[in-house]
């Protein structure tokens, strides 16, 4: 029998990369919504500029923050698409041997 002290180290270790995983999620959760909400402030800006002063070249920053913000969209959605088709799949089977040849019987053989 397994000593139960490798067992405890082997679970504890199995929490730990566990934890780590989750907090690496976690960090990429924190950096999207950061990179999300500087593009947002970058929109209300170029907003409330051209709000306050309607030059074509506020309007121009305006629609570039417009793009700008679209691309991301279309980033993250792009992603989350890709997240949600991977967990749609199922994981491949592995492969299994191969079926042996059955020898046939005919009707009136002797075999």
Known sequence: ????????????????????????RLRDQVEILDLCAAEQDKLAAAREAYEADPTPETLAAYEQAQRDMYELRGW????????????????????????????????????
């Not at 992603?79 to 299994?96: F, Y």
Request: charge should be positive; charged fraction near 40%.
């Open 76 to 111: 993250l959605r792009a992603g989350a698409q890709d997240a949600a088709a991977r967990a749609a799949t199922p994981a491949p089977k592995p492969a299994g041997r191969e079926p042996r040849a059955r020898a046939r019987r005919t009707v009136g053989s002797d075999s």
């Open 1 to 24: 029998m397994r000593d139960p002290r490798t067992r405890m180290e082997a679970a504890r270790s199995r929490r730990e990369g566990r934890a780590r995983l989750e907090a690496a």
